[in-house]
C-alpha cells in the first residue's frame, strides 16, 4: 500500500507564502515524476507544477515565478514553496506520483485558501 501524506496547507492573505509538503511510504517501484495539482470549486484538477527525478521542473505558467517544486529523492519527499500567493490560488493541492511502471498515487489533498 502506497500512502502520501500532504502538510502546509492554511488560509493566508494575498502576497503571503506557504510551503505545502508530500511524504511518500509503503510499498512501490522506483518514482519516476512527483508533482502536484490544484482542484479549484467547480473546476477540473490541474498541473500546477512537476519535476522528474533527475530535477527537470516544469511549472503552469499561472505559477512560474512564483511557486517553486523540489524533491528530496533519498527521503521520498517533494515540496512546494508558493509566494506572492494570490486569490485565484485558492483550491485544494494534491500530491501526485508515478512510479516506474507508470502506476500514479494520489494524496488526500490539503486546502490552501488565500484571502484577506
Known amino acids: 500500500q502506497v500512502q502520501l501524506v500532504e502538510s502546509g496547507g492554511g488560509l493566508v492573505q494575498p502576497g503571503g507564502s506557504l510551503r505545502l509538503s508530500c511524504v511518500v511510504s509503503g510499498r512501490f517501484l522506483s518514482i519516476r515524476d512527483m508533482g502536484w495539482y490544484s482542484q479549484a470549486p467547480g473546476k477540473q484538477r490541474v498541473l500546477v507544477a512537476r519535476i522528474t527525478r533527475d530535477m527537470i521542473t516544469n511549472y503552469a505558467d499561472s505559477v512560474k515565478g512564483r511557486f517553486t517544486i523540489s524533491r528530496d529523492n533519498a527521503r521520498n519527499t517533494v515540496s512546494l514553496q508558493m509566494n506572492s500567493l494570490k486569490p485565484e490560488d485558492t483550491a485544494v493541492y494534491y500530491c501526485?506520483?508515478?512510479?516506474?511502471?507508470?502506476?500514479?498515487?494520489w494524496g488526500q489533498g490539503t486546502q490552501v485558501t488565500v484571502s484577506s
Open positions: 501526485n506520483v508515478e512510479d516506474s511502471m507508470s502506476f500514479n498515487y
